[in-house]
Structure formats: C-alpha cells, structure tokens
C-alpha cells in the first residue's frame, strides 16, 4: 500500500485489502490511517447468516417507522445493541479478527462492549463527519486529550452488502483519529474528503478508530445498505461503554472461552 492513501476518481478512496491472516501488516495500517479494511473476513456462510439477521431488525425498525425519520437522520439508523441476537454474538468471537486486536493493542485483555451497526435505506443524504468518542479526560490544564494516546476503543464493522459510490457506503478521512483540528461541517468540508469513500465487497471488515473521522454518504441506489459492528474497549480504558448487559446467558455458554472472557462485562446476571 502506498504511504499516502489517494483518491480514485472513479472507487473514493483507494486502500488495499488486507488478508486477515496478515496480522502485522493489517496493524501497521490501522496505526497510520485510523483504520484498515480486512477481505473476506465472514465465511459465506457467517456473511449469510448475519445478513439474515440485519434483514430481521431492518424489517422490524423500518416497519415501526413508515415516515423513515430514522433514528440517525430521515431513512439512516443505528441498530443498537444486538448482542442479543445469535447473529451479532457470532461477530465478537472470530478469532482471525481477535488476532488483529492482538497485535493492534499487544494484549489479549481487552474487553468487548457489544454489537450492532448501522444502515441507510434508499434517500439517505450524506451525513456530516464526525468520531465515535468524545473527550473524557477534561484535563484541566488543556495539555492531554483523547486524542494523545493509543487507540482507547476499536470498533470492527462488517458489510453486508458490497460498499459502493451509489449505496451509502462510509467515509474515513485517513490519519485523523489523532488530529486535535476541528471537524468539519458539512458547509465546511472539502470535495476530497466527500469523496473519500470506502468501497469494499460484502464480507469485509473495517477495523477502525473511532476516533478517526468518518460520516455515511448519499444513498442514491435502490438498495439497503447495512454494515454491522462488534466493539471492544482498550484494556487499560473502561470508559463507561459496559451500560448494558445485553448478552443472553444461552448465547454467552456458546461462545469460546476467550469469547467469554471478551463477554464478562455484558453477560446478563445470573
């Protein structure tokens, strides 16, 4: 990959696919760029069986919402947590993708918050840029921010259509998820970054910073476009993500045991 990622006029923006198995090479983009994307990182079968459950919850929320208003914007909205559901609980517990967060942070004790995503229905417009994180320290003297450290929070995203210019698919504005310079509004924005698209097949993954900027785009096709999550915190920064324990006793007995060790925090009580 060259040091710089540029832009196709004709893709957005023009990043490698790295292969899961190239743990080292998938970390050192992720360092540099705020995130990287992994090729076929769900079997045909997982890529079908968590479509099948983005399609359950897209049809339960759009049917409560005949007017689109969505939840994140008209015709855009979040999943939420759906570690609940057996399809989601399937995306915390791959351990080629683990093997990334292992080289990411050198750790293994790093904690999963839960799973979910987001999509947008045919009419979405573009969505300002914006992290996924807000500054927690408060340093009173202005010196620190969450900007000056190692990645606290890592979100993996799973597609589950092929990304394309057309459908909605994300923009990442590269090496920015350690930048202090004020996001952009929309108004604001420049043309290159607009365009700065990721445009990847079903079945990849973006492992990403989330701090790093990033806003959904257009949707001008006459598809859905869903993208699906698992999110694991940093080990040595708990930051209040475990609000929820979402995930069903039935589901956690099935996970690995470094599945469940992932899972401790949002298993439910016995």
């Known amino acids: 990959m060259s040091s710089t990622p540029t832009l196709s006029r004709t893709e957005g ?3 490698d ?5 190239d ?3 998938a970390a050192k983009i992720f360092h540099r760029d705020g995130f990287v994307a992994i090729r076929d990182a769900l079997t045909a079968e997982q890529l079908a069986f968590a479509q099948q459950g983005a399609r359950r919850i897209i049809a339960e929320q759009t049917g409560a919402d005949p007017k689109r208003e969505g939840n994140r914007g008209h015709h855009r909205y979040s999943f939420g947590y759906r570690t609940q559901h057996p399809e989601w609980a399937m995306l915390v517990d791959l351990p080629h993708m683990l093997t990334i967060l292992d080289e990411i942070w050198q750790r293994e004790d ?5 799973a979910g995503g987001d999509y947008s229905l045919p009419g979405a417009e573009i969505q300002p840029l914006h992290a996924d994180m807000g ?3 408060n340093d009173p003297w202005g010196t ?6 190692p990645a606290p929070f890592i979100v993996i995203n799973y597609t589950m259509v092929d990304f394309t210019k057309a459908n909605g698919a994300i923009r990442f504005i590269p090496c920015t998820q350690r930048s202090r310079a004020p996001i952009p509004s929309l108004e604001e924005e420049p043309r290159w970054m607009q ?3 990721v445009c990847a097949p079903a079945g990849t993954a973006i492992v990403r910073d989330v701090r790093c900027w990033h806003g ?4 001008t096709s006459d598809e859905i476009r869903p993208m699906t999550s698992a999110g694991y915190n940093a080990p040595w920064c708990m930051t209040g993500n475990f609000r929820h324990r979402h995930l069903p006793r039935a589901l956690y007995d099935k996970l690995s045991d470094r599945g469940k060790t992932l899972c401790a925090e949002i298993v439910e009580e016995q």
């Open 195 to 197: 365009q700065s698209i």
């Open 23 to 25: 743990v080292k090479t």
């Open 110 to 114: 790093y904690l999963c918050t839960g």
């Open 13 to 15: 923006l023009d990043i």
């Open 135 to 137: 500054d927690y320290f």
């Open 17 to 21: 696919l790295i292969d899961a198995s």
């Open 144 to 149: 620190v921010t969450f900007r000056d450290i």
């Open 216 to 219: 959904g785009t257009a949707n």
